[in-house]
């Protein structure tokens, strides 16, 4: 968390920095002392609003693998005949079985969802 933090502000500081000094139409007319607290104030927000951005990507992750999950369902359906989902509401809770499945054991594997 604290690395989280450090490496937060540092983006700050250190990415309006870079910006000022080498992308052209990007001026800071203060000292360096107000370029620090800009950097770290805009550090600040970077991290307010990080988790909102893995709450975000979560969300996209778990829609694709449902998606991935579905058509694959529905092709595996029809390559093995013995399995047999009748209807939309069997594929899709299948689908919403095998998301929670992946999402709880991606906790105990080393990769995430």
Do not use: D, H, Y
Not at 6 to 20: C, D, E, Y
């Amino acid at each position: 968390m604290l690395q989280t933090i450090v490496v937060s502000l540092l983006a700050g500081v250190g990415g309006l920095w870079l910006a000022t000094r080498f992308i052209p139409g990007v001026a800071f007319a203060g000292s360096w002392q107000e370029l620090l607290m800009a950097g770290l104030a805009l550090g600040v927000v970077l991290i307010i609003v990080r988790p909102f951005i893995g709450l975000i990507s979560l969300f996209l992750r778990l829609l694709i693998l449902g998606a991935v999950s579905f058509a694959a369902l529905w092709v595996l359906q029809l390559v093995f005949p013995q399995l047999n989902l009748q209807g939309l509401i069997p594929l899709l809770s299948t689908t919403g079985a095998v998301i929670g499945i992946s999402f709880v054991l991606s906790f105990f594997g080393k990769g995430k969802l």
